[in-house]
């Protein structure tokens, strides 16, 4: 049976490309999807992504994706660092979990440097931009095979 896995971006992520491209990079969040879309279809995994400005609809998205995915990468963006029903939510699941930054949480602004789901999943990548959905991936093809 083939893979599933979900990608869920947070908050502001629409605007990628845009967005601060100093810390972002200058991929659009189509970009991104695409590249996660195809590197997955070469390794026999169907990816499907999610964006969203909205907690609730964050938490609903993690809720709904029990029993349906075999695996989760999200990047909470600035939910990472307050949202603790988004932090329930993933503990809902009992599939891998990758939790993922664009930039280096750690070395920006100190409020930046506490992530509420660091502890509940099973790693995390930070700045490595848009390669880090790669290596996500690639994590969770390991884990999986
Ligand atoms: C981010 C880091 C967060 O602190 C920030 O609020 C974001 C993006 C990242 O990918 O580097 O929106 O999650």
Known sequence: MKHKILVIHGPNLNML?????????????????????????????????????????????????????????????AYTHTSIAIRDAVLLLDIPVVEIHLSNIYKRESFRHKSMLCDVVTGQIAGFGM???????????????
Request: proline share 3%.
């Open 17 to 77: 490309g845009k967005r601060e491209p100093e810390k972002y990079g200058t991929s659009t969040l189509d970009e991104i999807n695409t590249l996660l879309t195809t590197h997955g279809s070469r390794t026999g995994i169907d990816v499907q992504t999610f964006q969203s400005n909205h907690e609730g609809s964050i938490v609903e998205k993690i809720q709904q994706a029990r029993d349906v995915y075999n695996a989760l990468i999200i990047n909470p963006a």
């Open 131 to 145: 390669y880090g959905y790669l290596m996500a991936l690639d994590a969770i093809v390991n884990i999986l095979q």
